[in-house]
């Protein structure tokens, strides 16, 4: 009777397994994969007190079986069988049950709550035979770890020796056995049995959404909740991880790093995804470990590999995983140092990373700290320039996706399509009579609008790399910085105020006794920087009225227009002459309160602002670059000679800058490398 019929007689008779049932575990595997359920797996569980040890035996391969094919069936296992009569039964078998049965225990013990993973663990510890359980050593390192976890321990030691000599061996096969060992000694399990590792790593990498994805996708959306048994659950795995840890980092000075960096190596991509998450588990539970200068030898074995991985890794989780290992690196003064040996490869990619990670951000504030500027971590070259003088000087400029739209003081609108150093004209239109002033994007991304002297706003889809005119709109004045919204465009008129214009209605004029220089819309507030100095902010839904800044009379026969105005995290950013002590000011947008300045000495003519970067364009042909946060200078870029910056575009991810000047000349200048 081969294992399969064994099962169904089980089954149907509700008694014992014949002994014969050892003899086909193939056919056994097929049919379990077909019968798992809750009365089935309670059948073959009761076969595990039987008298007869064979049948025991049976029993144990066919439920080894299960857990392989379903890993859900462990819970009712490790709740229902009885351990005690299948630990006996380890002295009396042969070498190849008793290696079964060691994997049996080793897979029960992979359960979602790590208070049922001890409860199990020390049933195993109390009534088996320490001596046996010996020859799965990830089996062993759990059951010693129950005692004190820093007393010394041979089990322990010849345990994590047997890893790390896999992990050395030539046998990839065993060396990725060794590595998933490791995984799971983490003891953090899915429902079904898979180590959470993962997933855990990505949520102290602070990648939140993307932690939160796997736990769902693993069925684990219930250990999301702030639930008393969950924060019971976190406490006792945490416990769990310090002492695991501990054991294996702290063995032999940090013996396991050197092995884990040979698996690195490796061209297996499932031997090198399991040695990365292994290693940067270990490295980063030594912040929470004492520090008996592990910590060095682990940066000494891993960081070069770590720094590549970063680097040139394909898939985000394993940069994120290279990120998390070397912030713990740069926990020490050497390590911080050795990380800023490779700074211009490690900030490129954290910028990359930032979006979706505050510790990326976190990393890259800190790295700045630890430099007497920030210059080491901004390099700009221009990677390309380009003559438009065929149709005279550029006025306006957007940047949307990978394509750059300019207009031109002879009516036309170019598309330019730019990737890596080439930047070409893909499409050109000429629709407008007189200057392009003015170019908008809608929020949507599908709607080009075009302001122009001929007293017309035009409306365009964006249909790939062409341009379709929707739409027209007499506006029976000349358009100078338009913005554009849902339902209302705006634009300083050739005189003073604000022109309002409802896509649907009458045009009206606001603030109709300031001439208005630069314009910014953010949120329904409309902000006006003022031939006077004078900066207002309109709310366009009740039309009212504040004062930022108030307007000066003329500074020695003099004007100080504000040419420029950026809002940008809840800061109003305006740009004008230095004669105040700053070129530009910063305010708060919440009270008006004047929070910050920036020192330059240059008249500001235009300013774009990116994460972490202000970008001021001058009436002198050059471009200076301060940091956001420190409000200090980090360089300066020579565009032309005498010619005023009066446009300035950034890529969405604010790494490429494309600038216009009169000289007829488009520059487009990479802030990355």
Same mark, same amino acid.
């Given at each position: 009777?081969?294992?399969?019929?064994?099962?169904?007689? #089980?089954?149907?008779?509700?008694?014992?397994?014949?002994?014969?049932?050892?003899?086909?575990?193939?056919?056994?595997?097929?049919?379990?994969?077909?019968?798992?359920?809750?009365?089935?797996?309670?059948?073959?569980?009761?076969?595990?007190?039987?008298?007869?040890?064979?049948?025991?035996?049976?029993?144990?391969?066919?439920?080894?079986?299960?857990?392989?094919?379903?890993?859900?069936?462990?819970?009712?296992?490790?709740?229902?069988?009885?351990?005690?009569?299948?630990?006996?039964?380890?002295?009396?078998?042969?070498?190849?049950? =008793?290696?079964?049965?060691?994997?049996?225990?080793?897979?029960?013990?992979?359960?979602?709550?790590?208070?049922?993973?001890?409860?199990?663990?020390?049933?195993?510890?109390?009534?088996? *035979? *320490?001596?046996?359980?010996?020859?799965?050593?990830?089996?062993?390192?759990?059951?010693?770890?129950?005692?004190?976890?820093?007393?010394?321990?041979?089990?322990?030691?010849?345990?994590?020796?047997?890893?790390?000599?896999?992990?050395?061996?030539?046998?990839?096969?065993?060396?990725?056995?060794?590595?998933?060992?490791?995984?799971?000694? =983490?003891?953090?399990?899915?429902?079904?049995?898979?180590?959470? #590792?993962?997933?855990?790593?990505?949520?102290?990498?602070?990648?939140?959404?993307?932690?939160?994805?796997?736990?769902?996708?693993?069925?684990?959306?219930?250990?999301?909740?702030?639930?008393?048994?969950?924060?019971?659950?976190?406490?006792?795995?945490?416990? $769990?991880?310090?002492?695991?840890?501990?054991?294996?980092?702290?063995?032999?000075?940090?013996?396991?790093?050197?092995?884990?960096?040979?698996?690195?190596?490796?061209?297996?991509?499932?031997?090198?995804?399991?040695?990365?998450?292994?290693?940067?588990?270990?490295?980063?539970?030594?912040?929470?470990?004492?520090?008996?200068?592990?910590?060095?030898?682990?940066?000494?074995?891993?960081?070069?590999?770590?720094?590549?991985?970063?680097?040139?890794?394909?898939?985000?989780?394993?940069?994120?995983?290279?990120?998390? #290992?070397?912030?713990?690196?740069?926990?020490?003064?050497?390590?911080?140092?050795?990380?800023?040996?490779?700074?211009?490869?490690?900030?490129? @990619?954290?910028?990359?990373?930032?979006?979706?990670?505050?510790?990326?951000?976190?990393?890259?504030?800190?790295?700045?700290?630890?430099?007497?500027?920030?210059?080491?971590?901004?390099?700009?070259?221009?990677?390309? =320039?380009?003559?438009?003088? @065929?149709?005279?000087?550029?006025?306006?400029?957007?940047?949307?996706?990978?394509?750059?739209?300019?207009?031109?003081?002879?009516?036309?609108?170019?598309?330019?399509?730019?990737?890596?150093?080439?930047?070409?004209?893909?499409?050109?239109?000429?629709?407008?009579?007189?200057?392009? @002033?003015?170019?908008?994007?809608?929020?949507?991304?599908?709607?080009?609008?075009?302001? *122009?002297?001929?007293?017309?706003?035009?409306?365009?889809?964006?249909?790939?790399?062409?341009?379709?005119?929707?739409?027209?709109?007499?506006?029976?004045?000349?358009?100078?910085?338009?913005?554009?919204?849902?339902?209302?465009?705006?634009?300083?008129?050739?005189?003073?105020?604000?022109?309002?214009?409802? $896509?649907?209605?009458?045009?009206?004029?606001?603030?109709?006794?300031?001439?208005?220089?630069?314009?910014?819309?953010?949120?329904?507030?409309?902000?006006?920087?003022?031939?006077?100095?004078?900066?207002?902010?309109?709310?366009?839904?009740?039309?009212?009225?504040?004062?930022? =800044?108030?307007?000066?009379?003329?500074?020695?026969?003099?004007?100080?227009?504000?040419?420029?105005?950026?809002?940008?995290?809840?800061?109003?950013?305006?740009?004008?002459?230095?004669?105040?002590?700053?070129?530009?000011?910063?305010?708060?947008? *919440?009270?008006?309160?004047?929070?910050?300045?920036?020192?330059?000495?240059?008249?500001?003519?235009?300013?774009?602002?990116?994460?972490?970067?202000?970008?001021?364009?001058?009436?002198?042909?050059?471009?200076?670059? $301060?940091?956001?946060?420190?409000?200090?200078?980090?360089?300066?870029?020579?565009?032309?000679?005498?010619?005023?910056?009066?446009?300035?575009?950034?890529?969405?991810?604010?790494?490429?800058?494309?600038?216009?000047?009169?000289?007829?000349?488009?520059?487009?200048?990479?802030?990355?490398?």
């Amino acid at each position: 009777m081969d294992m399969a019929e064994a099962l169904l007689m #089980a089954i149907k008779r509700e008694k014992m397994i014949s002994f014969k049932c050892v003899e086909d575990h193939k056919n056994a595997s097929l049919i379990v994969s077909s019968m798992i359920s809750e009365r089935v797996i309670e059948s073959v569980i009761a076969s595990l007190e039987s008298e007869l040890v064979e049948e025991r035996t049976a029993a144990v391969g066919i439920l080894l079986r299960g857990m392989e094919e379903d890993g859900h069936c462990r819970n009712v296992i490790a709740e229902k069988a009885m351990l005690v009569p299948v630990l006996e039964s380890f002295l009396v078998v042969s070498d190849v049950e =008793q290696f079964e049965i060691v994997q049996f225990l080793y897979e029960l013990v992979k359960l979602s709550r790590r208070s049922c993973i001890e409860r199990l663990l020390r049933i195993i510890k109390d009534d088996g *035979s *320490s001596g046996a359980v010996a020859h799965y050593w990830g089996l062993l390192l759990q059951l010693d770890l129950l005692v004190e976890p820093r007393k010394m321990s041979i089990y322990r030691e010849e345990a994590i020796d047997a890893l790390i000599s896999c992990l050395k061996c030539d046998f990839p096969r065993i060396q990725l056995l060794a590595a998933e060992t490791i995984l799971a000694l =983490q003891g953090r399990f899915s429902a079904s049995g898979r180590s959470l #590792a993962r997933a855990f790593l990505l949520k102290h990498a602070r990648m939140n959404k993307r932690y939160r994805a796997l736990m769902r996708a693993e069925q684990m959306g219930n250990a999301l909740e702030d639930s008393e048994d969950n924060l019971e659950e976190e406490k006792a795995a945490n416990e $769990w991880e310090r002492k695991i840890a501990y054991s294996l980092a702290s063995h032999e000075f940090g013996l396991l790093f050197e092995a884990l960096a040979e698996g690195l190596k490796s061209r297996d991509l499932e031997l090198f995804s399991a040695c990365l998450i292994s290693a940067t588990w270990l490295i980063h539970m030594l912040s929470f470990l004492p520090d008996t200068g592990v910590r060095g030898a682990a940066r000494v074995c891993l960081l070069r590999q770590f720094i590549s991985i970063l680097k040139s890794a394909r898939h985000t989780d394993e940069r994120v995983f290279a990120m998390l #290992a070397l912030r713990n690196f740069m926990h020490d003064p050497e390590g911080m140092h050795d990380v800023t040996l490779h700074i211009k490869d490690v900030v490129k @990619t954290l910028r990359e990373l930032k979006k979706s990670s505050v510790l990326a951000y976190d990393m890259l504030k800190l790295l700045s700290d630890g430099q007497e500027s920030s210059v080491d971590m901004w390099s700009h070259k221009e990677l390309v =320039q380009v003559d438009c003088a @065929t149709n005279g000087e550029v006025l306006s400029i957007i940047y949307h996706k990978h394509l750059i739209f300019s207009g031109h003081s002879d009516g036309t609108i170019k598309v330019w399509e730019g990737s890596d150093r080439l930047l070409h004209p893909v499409n050109e239109f000429r629709e407008h009579s007189k200057a392009v @002033t003015s170019l908008a994007i809608s929020n949507s991304g599908e709607r080009l609008y075009s302001g *122009s002297l001929d007293k017309f706003i035009r409306v365009w889809a964006i249909r790939d790399r062409d341009l379709h005119c929707v739409e027209v709109h007499d506006t029976k004045e000349q358009v100078h910085n338009l913005i554009v919204s849902n339902t209302i465009a705006c634009f300083t008129p050739q005189g003073a105020g604000v022109k309002l214009l409802p $896509w649907n209605g009458n045009s009206k004029l606001l603030n109709p006794n300031k001439h208005v220089r630069s314009l910014v819309q953010v949120q329904g507030k409309l902000y006006c920087g003022c031939n006077d100095s004078s900066i207002q902010e309109i709310d366009l839904a009740s039309g009212t009225l504040a004062t930022v =800044q108030s307007g000066n009379k003329r500074l020695l026969g003099k004007a100080s227009p504000i040419y420029a105005v950026q809002v940008h995290d809840g800061l109003l950013y305006s740009g004008s002459t230095s004669a105040d002590g700053g070129a530009v000011k910063i305010w708060s947008t *919440s009270n008006y309160n004047l929070v910050g300045s920036i020192p330059s000495m240059m008249e500001v003519r235009s300013m774009v602002i990116s994460a972490e970067l202000i970008y001021l364009g001058s009436k002198v042909g050059v471009v200076e670059i $301060w940091s956001k946060e420190k409000l200090t200078k980090i360089g300066a870029l020579q565009i032309g000679t005498n010619s005023r910056v009066q446009c300035m575009a950034l890529d969405a991810d604010g790494e490429i800058l494309v600038v216009e000047h009169p000289m007829e000349k488009s520059r487009l200048g990479d802030l990355l490398e």
